[in-house]
């Protein structure tokens, strides 16, 4: 077919039977709505929605939805190739709607220059091929940076581009207004917020990226007098308005230059400073309700800053820690003008009107409010924090995994207990839920790295996500250098646990947290980290391992509100002290007093959770390196190898075995005088104001 052909009508329909169109980008956000008015607008329309085969299953979801939806044809293809790569030929259409393209300020160049380039070249192609009218969906970024009045006849008036999608966008255009023997009409709308009636939108984009700063404004008096900068203008239109405006002018036959090539301006009649958005907001926000706009002769010089080195390192970074795409400020100052009304008295006989900001924004925030903001899921519950939260819990059979387990779930959590033996943890779980919580077992042995894998694909199966990760689960083993020559699986065992397993679940768990902004993981380690005390050689190189680990993920997924807590135990009284002969008379707090700990760092989730006793000691081996290592050697000398290290043959399904069948209570030495000065520090809760005293003075968390 040759790639000429007579000029369309663009207004009227076809003379030999239904009017036919092929839509690009018909399942996007403002696609979808254009088809389902072009369905209702024309009970005998025919659509061919172009789609990569990917999307095929997204516009049959959409069909079925729509009245009329069996009037759609999916057409499976490929704006980016030639001809769409369209297997066989292409359909005999009246109209090609090209919506297809890229609006995303974060895209790259080569992205925005394959869609929105390359692809209308392309639409161009099949229009001229088909003798199809082309609608062309542009957008008023083509005016780039011009200040001043563009009117809706403008297009290139010398202006510079801020950025790759305006620069394409223009392009885009120009490739329809030159082309030969095409009749065309280009529709430029503005910015583009959710419904008007409902608020939806598909992804956060434009004005939506500073939805969550603006959030943070609720928490500020109501009165407060709110300054903002007078950063230039934005035009804000709804979807439906431009989805209603698309459709009536393509059918318009009233519109000034129905018989020819036209642009349209879908616009407000007003453009908006973000202080004027903001007010419109306000009421949904419930931040303070007066907001004046600093002066431009303020703002203006500091814009200027942002935009040279080293200060516009500093203002990238913290965009990207906003997940705000720093191409957003380019937009600030800008002063160009609309004109609209040739567009207005187009769209006037169909009664299609651009309703004022005003009137709909308490809507648009409701839903990004429900729907779309990025902390949404690390709201916390107003009946507790921990109300609704899914927590993932190793070794919960027992001792500090099986009391966090209780408590967490005493507070509204959902807990996912994990551990080795089923019969243990199904003892747990019944005991949980006949307290009226939630608790699921799962059997998994975590150093088992299949195990893993299909243990968090289970979990995310049934519960969709984890909130909290504790890794809990660990082997200690005390036995000197000497004593470990020829057992090295000592050393692999303990690392397999307490670092590996640990390590792995977080791995696994990480992405999810990192897509729902919101997760935290508590590891618990060891106040021997901070002492490094003798025979402890691999277990707190295993702990130290982990906590190592844990702190440079921390640094990586700090802006996506992932977060850790590192525990530093003191001595807990657990299975897994009960073989040292030594720690029988030795004071060491419940498994209770723990899980109390472990709630905390769920709860306020500070970074690190020390003893006073271990941060002493910490800055004691700093400060006086030499002097606390004598003293570490006396300490080594004073005690005696363990029955069970001294005897150095254990397997160790026989370890595992005497680690789970050792009393988890051991009774320690009475002291009168000491226990009564210990029952006075806890009815006075000396204890308790002394700690919060020093969370408050010191940069610690006792």
Known sequence: MSMTSPAADPTGASTTGPTRYLVTGGTGFIGRRVIARLLARDPEALVHALVRRESAQKLDALKAGWPGGERVRALVGDIAEPGFAVSGDLPQVDHIVHLAAIYDMAASDQANRAANIDGTRHAVEVARRLGAALHHISSVAVAGDFKGEFTEEDFDLGQGFLNAYQETKFEAEKLVREAIDLTWR????????????????????????????????????????LAIPDAGVQNYVPVDFVADGVVALIHSSTAPGASGQRVFHLMSPQSHSFTDLYRALAPAIGGPKWAFPLPKQLVRPFLSMLKRKPLNQVKDLWFQNRHIPPAMLDFAGLSTTFTTAETEAALAPDGVRCPPLASYATKIWDYWYEHLDPWRFARPHPDGPLVGKVVLITGASSGIGRATAIKAAEKGAITLLVARNGEDLDVVSKQIRAKGGAAHPY??????????????????????????????????????????????????????????????????????????????????????????????????????????????????????????????????????????????????????????????????????????????????????????????????????????????????????????????????NANPVMNRLRRGARRLRLVHYGRKAANLALPVHW
């Open 443 to 668: 059997v998994c042995d975590i150093t088992d790295q299949s195990a893993v894998d299909l243990l968090v694909k289970t979990v995310l199966g049934e519960h969709g996500h984890v909130d909290f990760l504790v890794n809990n689960a660990g082997r200690s083993i005390r036995r000197t250098a000497d004593k470990t020559l020829g057992r090295l699986h000592d050393l692999e065992r303990t690392i397999a646990i307490n670092y590996y397993g640990a390590a792995h679940l977080i791995l696994a768990l990480l992405p999810g947290m990192r897509a729902r902004r919101s997760g935290h993981i508590v590891n618990i380690t060891t106040i021997g980290v901070q002492l490094r005390i003798s025979r402890f050689s691999a277990y707190i190189a295993s702990k130290t391992a982990l906590e190592g680990f844990s702190d440079c993920v921390a640094a990586e997924v700090i802006a996506d509100n992932v977060t850790f807590t590192n525990i530093r135990m003191p001595l807990i009284r657990t299975p897994m002290i009960a073989p040292t002969d030594d720690y029988q008379s030795v004071r060491a707090a419940t498994p209770e007093k723990a899980a109390a700990m472990v709630i905390r760092g769920l709860v306020e989730r500070p970074a690190q959770i020390d003893t006073p006793g271990g941060s002493f000691m910490e800055l004691f081996r700093i400060f006086f390196p030499k002097t606390n290592a004598r003293i570490l050697h006396q300490h080594f000398l004073m005690e005696d190898e363990s029955q069970a290290a001294a005897a150095g043959d254990e397997t160790g399904d026989e370890i595992e075995r005497r680690e789970r069948e050792a009393p988890s209570a051991i009774p320690r």
């Open 186 to 225: 280009v529709y430029r709308p503005s910015a583009v917020l959710g419904d008007s009636r409902t608020g939806a939108i598909d992804k956060i984009d434009g004005p939506y990226y500073f939805f969550p700063l603006l959030s943070r404004l609720a928490k500020l008096p109501k009165f407060l007098p």
